[in-house]
Each structure stands twice: as structure tokens, then as C-alpha cells.
């Protein structure tokens, strides 16, 4: 059996050094992603979103930096986390996207949270959370095994603050500079002597945290200033020139521009000297750049087509790329990407508050990338015949624990849930270049975290949360129309509604009109309290598309309507099942008596509930499964025990069978097999996989499967493969394991492992089997705790 990952979705970390994009020819993108390193190609034309992920670090992934080699063939990924531990990690020789982690120092006392390199030499410099920045030398030949990293000194930050930017450049031939910034307004600039750095100047002027540092030649020329760019909470960008000589330069004449005249005392031209082993040296104040609205994040420069530019990004959901005019010497903003202020009417529910986090240039200055608060990034391309950069179609993923995954009735996309309170659909792209997969849709943007999902019809879908009730959705007409043109899926001839939108201070998504481009929207109403609001209507055009839909779209015009809500529930939701004709749905929530532990049906008809509910656990139910052929419904629980309830002669199910000790500890996944004998399988926290059979008035258990950790989910193909019975389960290791059996012999199970570099970094919350697949090829969905969405290829 061969298991190979198909689709990784995965969002990125909101911190500000959590991402690099490699200068030195792999083209890769890597991201701290909760704990987890992701890697993307981002500027692949087949756009395979993430190839890999790297799993080592146990906790959150705080920086990600490329070093810098231009002759090896090894590339190198150096990363710090909140675990307080550097990691270094190499490339393999048979991969640019597999990575082996080599090195793991342990040398700070708290969070790692900036790493920097220097081009051209050996020398990195790491900063955290104790207050201290450690100057570093990396070793290494082209024999990975060999690579280590001496520490050379560790500089306790006085005044103490804790580093949030660092910079590093060559001074001239004999030092190195050092600048570093964080929770206070200056920037100290260290000079190394020797191998030392010594504190030789404090810069002041900001009035706000310091949040990004970055050195350049103002020139190609080695010779050339260097500029340094200081990005701030304060909103302003400086830039600080730093001048070789006894003389000062000349003064910048941007000092001099009147709109500039507000900031009066901030705006000091004093000199800053200090010295090299071999040069005398100042820093002046050369510009003032001004323009975002919001605190700022990262200021990157690039020497791009013969001119110097820095990009920024901000908390005003901005990006900008700022350069100095020929003429007047004054730096203004060229280009600005990003949401502009007149579309920021939306709440943080539609997932636009929040600002971007993270600005990349690619290594052909070409291309900018950013991150949101969502952990979706955005990319734009430059055309040069166009002269504007165009925004292209980039990669998205949850950003907290995946909760619930659920295929469509037809296999055709899939729905995943978690507790960052999205849904969102995932699809693949059908073109003549090939396939690939993306995120196709955000049906639900909500207030509390979601746990649970399931498909009523290839149309609808229901939901529960943190909320105590359940939530019905149904399929806009813009989405079924898009998911028809790029994904070939078929559209339901049913009366849908345009589009949706949440309504300002609401949860429940409202149904909303798609109007011409052309047509004027009246207030049919000529009282002027009872104005239209102008969310209500989208235009037509905004929700034609010819390429999945970017993160704006995806978090504001593609949400679904609200059909229904249900009620009856005491407690936050933990389960819910749609039978298998889509007649019925069965819930359960969180419960600590049994009273409050019990089952309730609803029919998809009327949506009303079906009394009485199924009384039988005294603890959570944790998974719900109906049989293929709806006579039973198994429920399982923390209680410890599986019931069977069978289908009476009405609507109703009563108890069967139960097993009050099914397993040793809590049951927490449930699957029925396709088989013509009732069989169902168990999975519970004492390690083991359970495959019962109901045999007239008992039920036997006919095999086990051992796991190496607490199994939390357990899924069942629902056809045979080759007269075989296939399931997967997963533990709360994040371990993955694909079986099969003979119908026939229960007890004789044949299984495989999945490797670790493939499978999850955290706990599998839920497996799903992919329904309409080819008997010999068969996909499976996981869901796991480390933010991850994954779709994996068997192959029998």
C-alpha cells in the first residue's frame, strides 16, 4: 500500500520574522505554522500550494530564516520557537522541499522570536524573549551531518527590552554593525571589535515600539552609505544614513519638506559618531516616511531595475513600496496593494481587521507575498508591459486546530471546521495545465469555535459550536455557478439565493441580492430611517471569477446563507451525523450527567426534533455514526461505553445493544464498515482499535488493532477494495495508520504506518474517506490539532 500526500493547507503564523523567502535560487517560501515549518514554492506556475512541512519544534514557530549560501549545494533553514530552541535544518541532496533537522541548541531562556543573517559570511544573530541577543558563528561543509553553530556573544539588552527587530551588515572589512529595536523607542547600534560587539550609538526619534530593522548600500557600489530603515508602532518609517569619514554628510533634504513641519521636535538632525577598528563613522537622520494609517510591522529594501525601494507592510491592511524621487530626493509611496481605506467598512468577522504581518520580496524583486490575520497569504506579480502589479492566486489554511472535516455527498469538494470559527470548502481546480487544489469558499465566519460538520445534501450543510445550537447553510448561486466553471462540479437546478453577508453585530449569515454592474440600487422606501444597507447587495461581477478566488473575496462575498437553526442543547456541541439518506440528524453535546448527555434526532424535512431524545451515556458523546443502511445509529463516549440504537418502526431509533465497558478508558471515534453483517470499529484513549459485529440479539468482538498512542479517530472506507475491508485511524500523536482486513477474518489485519515527515505534528481530530473514487485509488481527508488540513493518495 502506498500512501503519498496529495494537498497540504496549513495558515501562517501572525508574527512578524515567521516567514523568509529564500534569495539564493530554491525559490521556496518557508512559514512558522504552529509548530510546524511549511514550505511553498511560491512562485510555481502549477501552483501545488504547500510541497512539505517540517515537524520538530513543540511549540509555536516564532522565526524562519534561509542562511544565505551562494556556493553550497545544502541549503540551510535556521528556526526559533517558543519552546526556547534554535533549530537548523538542511536540504537534502534528493529534494530542494525535504529538509532534515540537524541541529537543536537550547541556549536561551525564553521564546526565540528574531533570527538574522548576514550575507557573505558565517555570522547570525538570534534575539528573544529573556532579554538578550546571541551573536552566533555557523559551521559547515557541504556534509550536512557536520553543520553546528558556536555561539560567540550573548548581549544583555540595558535598559532591559525585549528584541522584536534586528539587522545585520558589513561595516568594512575589520567589523560588523549591529542594529536592534523592540519594546522601547530606540534602536542601539553595536559595532563589533575584534569578535565583540560594543554598544556605540542610541538612536531616538521614534515614539513607539520598534518592529523592524534593515540594513542597505544605498548603491551597488561597496563603498556606497549604508541606509537603515526603522519601521515603528508610532506609524512612521525613518531611515538613518550611516557615513564613513571625520565629515558629515550633506544634509538630506528631506529634513527640509514643509509637511514635515507638524513633527517639529522629533525631527533632529544630531550626529551620532562612533568608531571601527579602522574608520571614524557617523549616523544622521535622512528621512521621514509617512503614509500608514496603522502600527507597521516589516520594512524590507531591494535594489530593484537600478533603484532602491523598501516595501512595507502595516496593521492598516496595506502594503507599500516606498522610493526616493530623483529630483527632490524626497521618498514618497510609488505603490499601494492591499485593501484601501474605502473598503474598510468590514468587521473583524469577515476576517479583513487585522492588518498584514509579514512583507517578502522574491529574489527577482518581481513579486511581492503577504500574511494575514486569517493565515491566508496574498501575492502580486509586476508586469512590465503593464507597469502595475497584479494580484495572484496564493495559498490559505486555518490557523487554529482543525476540528471537523466532512466530503461532500458526491465527493466532488470538502468542508473543514475548527477553532480559528471558519468553515471553509476546498476543491480541486480543473484546467488544461492540470489539477490543483484551493480553497474555494468560506461558507461560515463565526463568534465561536466550531466543532463538528457534516453534508445533509451536496447543497447543504450543518454545523455545531461553542453555542449550543446547530446551524443549517445552503449553497449561493455565485458559488455553485464558480464551483461549475473552474471545478467542473455539476450546479443543483434548486432556487438558490445570489450570495450572503453577515449583518453588523449578527452571527447568522443573511441572504443577500447580486445586482447588474450597470444598475442603480433605490430605496424603495423614501423614509430615510429605513435606508438600504449597502452590504445587502453585491455586484454581479464581483462574484464572476476565472481562477479561485483570492482571500478578499474568500472573506467577504462568499459566505453562505443561514437556512435554519436548531435548538435543544444545554451544553457547547461535540457531534453530529446526517444519516444516509439525508433524513435525519443526530446531535449531541458536552455533559457531565446523564441528563444532559443524551442524543437528540431532528428531521431534515421540517427540521423539527424527534422526542423523545436517546438516553444511555452519562458522560460527552463524542462521536456519532449512522449505519449504511440507517437501521442502526452508534454513538460513543467518555463514559467509556458504545451503544447501538436500532430503527423502530416510525421515525425513531431505540437501544439496541451497549457495552458500558467497551474499552478501558474514553471511546472517541466511530466508524460502521460496509459490510453485510452489521460491523462497526471503535477507537479509544487505551491505545487500541475495536471491530465489533452484531450477531442476532449480541455483539462479538471479532479484532483489535494496538496503536503506539491514544487513538482519536477512526474511519471506515465505505466500499470494499478488492473485497477487503479498509480503515484508518489516527492517534493524538499525530500518527496515521491505513488497514486492511478480509471480511471473512476480522482478526488477521494487515497495516501501515505513515512516515513521519508526512504525517501531522499534533493529535488527528478526524479522518474521512473520500466518496466516488476509483476502487484502486482511494483519498483520505485528516484533520489534526497542529492546523493542518491534508488530503492523502492510497493506493492498494
Not at 458526491?410 to 476546498?426: A, E, K, V
Amino acid at each position: 500500500m502506498s500512501i503519498v500526500p496529495e494537498f497540504i493547507s496549513i495558515g501562517g503564523n501572525r508574527n512578524p520574522a515567521a516567514a523568509d523567502w529564500d534569495q539564493c535560487g530554491s525559490n521556496l517560501l518557508a512559514f512558522g505554522a504552529d509548530n510546524c515549518i511549511a514550505l511553498w514554492k511560491a512562485s510555481d506556475d502549477r501552483l501545488r500550494g504547500v510541497t512539505s512541512i517540517l515537524n520538530g519544534h513543540t511549540d509555536v514557530v516564532n522565526a524562519v530564516k534561509f542562511f544565505p549560501n551562494d556556493h553550497s549545494q545544502v541549503n540551510i533553514l535556521l528556526s526559533g520557537a517558543a519552546d526556547n530552541t534554535l533549530r537548523i535544518w538542511a536540504s537534502s541532496p534528493e529534494s530542494d522541499t525535504k529538509f532534515d533537522l540537524v541541529k537543536t541548541i537550547s541556549e536561551h531562556k525564553s521564546p526565540v522570536t528574531r533570527i538574522v543573517t548576514l550575507s557573505g559570511s558565517k555570522i547570525f544573530a538570534t534575539g528573544a524573549s529573556d532579554g538578550t541577543v546571541k551573536i552566533w558563528k555557523l559551521i559547515h561543509d557541504d556534509n550536512p551531518a557536520t553543520i553546528d553553530a558556536e555561539l560567540i556573544q550573548t548581549i544583555s539588552l540595558a535598559p532591559r527590552y525585549f528584541p522584536l527587530a534586528i539587522a545585520l551588515a558589513k561595516l568594512d572589512d575589520s567589523s560588523h554593525v549591529l542594529a536592534v529595536g523592540g519594546t522601547r523607542s530606540i534602536i542601539q547600534i553595536f559595532v563589533s571589535h575584534d569578535t565583540q560587539f560594543q554598544l556605540s550609538a542610541t538612536l531616538t526619534g521614534h515614539e513607539g515600539w520598534i518592529r523592524a530593522l534593515d540594513f542597505t548600500r544605498e548603491s551597488t557600489e561597496e563603498t556606497s552609505d549604508l541606509l537603515l530603515s526603522s519601521a515603528s508602532q508610532d506609524k512612521y518609517i525613518r531611515l538613518w544614513r550611516l557615513h564613513q569619514g571625520e565629515e558629515l554628510p550633506a544634509a538630506s533634504s528631506a529634513l527640509n519638506d514643509p509637511a514635515l513641519g507638524v513633527l517639529g521636535k522629533s525631527l533632529s538632525n544630531k550626529a551620532h559618531r562612533f568608531k571601527s577598528p579602522t574608520s571614524q563613522y557617523s549616523i544622521t537622520f535622512e528621512a521621514l516616511l509617512l503614509g500608514h494609517e496603522d502600527w507597521i510591522y516589516t520594512a524590507s529594501w531591494r535594489h530593484r531595475a537600478g533603484k532602491l525601494q523598501l516595501l512595507s507592510t502595516s496593521e492598516d491592511n496595506s502594503l507599500a513600496i516606498w522610493e526616493a524621487d530623483s529630483t527632490s530626493g524626497v521618498w514618497v509611496c510609488i505603490t499601494r496593494l492591499g485593501e484601501i481605506s474605502a473598503q474598510k467598512g468590514s468587521t473583524s468577522a469577515t476576517g479583513s481587521a487585522g492588518g498584514f504581518w509579514i512583507g517578502l520580496w522574491s529574489a527577482d524583486g518581481d513579486s511581492v507575498v503577504t500574511l494575514g490575520r486569517t493565515g491566508s497569504w496574498r501575492r502580486w506579480t509586476y508586469s512590465s508591459t503593464a507597469d502595475m502589479w497584479t494580484q495572484q492566486v496564493a495559498i490559505t489554511g486555518h490557523v487554529r486546530e482543525v476540528k471537523g472535516l466532512s466530503w461532500s455527498r458526491d465527493g466532488t469538494y470538502l468542508l473543514t471546521t475548527g477553532s480559528d470559527q471558519t468553515t471553509r470548502l476546498f476543491s480541486e481546480w480543473k484546467r488544461d495545465e492540470g489539477l490543483s487544489w484551493h480553497e474555494f469558499s468560506r461558507p461560515q465566519i463565526h463568534g465561536y469555535d466550531l466543532n463538528c460538520i457534516d453534508c445533509v445534501t451536496d447543497t447543504q450543510f450543518i454545523s455545531g459550536a461553542d453555542e449550543k445550537l446547530l446551524r443549517v447553510f445552503d449553497e449561493p448561486k455565485g458559488v455553485a455557478e464558480m464551483l461549475n466553471k473552474l471545478c467542473k462540479i455539476e450546479a443543483s437546478s434548486a432556487e438558490l439565493p445570489d450570495a450572503a453577508n453577515i449583518p453588523v453585530l449578527g452571527l447568522s449569515n443573511k441572504a443577500i441580492q447580486a445586482v447588474g454592474d450597470e444598475e442603480t440600487v433605490e430605496n424603495e422606501d423614501e423614509d430615510e430611517r429605513e435606508a438600504l444597507d449597502p452590504a445587502s447587495i453585491v455586484r454581479k461581477s464581483t462574484l464572476e471569477f476565472d481562477h479561485p478566488p483570492f482571500e478578499d473575496h474568500l472573506a467577504r462575498h462568499l459566505l453562505w446563507p443561514e437556512t435554519e437553526k436548531l435548538y435543544g442543547h444545554g451544553y457547547e456541541i461535540s457531534a453530529v451525523a446526517v444519516s444516509s439518506d439525508g433524513s435525519l440528524v443526530a446531535t449531541a453535546c458536552r455533559a457531565s450527567s446523564i441528563d444532559h448527555a443524551v442524543i437528540r434526532l431532528y428531521d431534515t424535512k421540517e427540521w423539527l426534533e424527534i422526542k423523545p431524545p436517546l438516553k444511555a451515556h452519562s458522560l460527552t458523546v463524542t462521536a456519532l455514526q449512522f449505519s449504511p443502511d440507517d437501521k442502526y445509529l452508534l454513538s460513543v463516549g467518555r463514559d467509556r461505553q458504545w451503544v447501538t440504537w436500532e430503527k423502530g418502526s416510525d421515525v425513531g431509533y431505540a437501544l439496541k445493544h451497549s457495552n458500558p465497558k467497551g474499552h478501558t478508558r474514553m471511546i472517541l471515534g466511530a466508524s460502521w464498515a460496509p459490510l453485510k453483517k452489521p460491523t462497526f470499529l471503535t477507537a479509544g484513549r487505551d491505545k487500541s482499535v475495536k471491530i465489533w459485529q452484531i450477531d442476532g440479539d449480541g455483539v462479538t468482538l471479532k479484532g483489535s488493532v494496538p496503536a503506539n498512542a491514544a487513538v482519536t479517530a477512526v474511519s471506515c472506507n465505505r466500499q470494499l477494495a478488492g473485497g477487503k475491508l479498509q480503515f484508518a485511524c489516527g492517534t493524538e500523536a499525530g500518527e496515521l495508520l491505513v488497514a486492511t482486513t478480509d471480511p471473512e477474518e476480522l482478526d488477521k489485519i494487515s497495516s501501515v504506518i505513515i512516515g513521519k515527515e508526512i504525517s501531522p505534528a499534533k493529535g488527528i481530530n478526524q479522518i474521512v474517506w473520500r466518496p466516488g473514487k476509483d476502487l484502486k485509488e482511494q483519498q483520505i481527508a485528516v484533520a489534526s490539532e497542529d492546523s493542518s488540513v491534508r488530503i492523502f493518495n492510497v493506493t492498494v
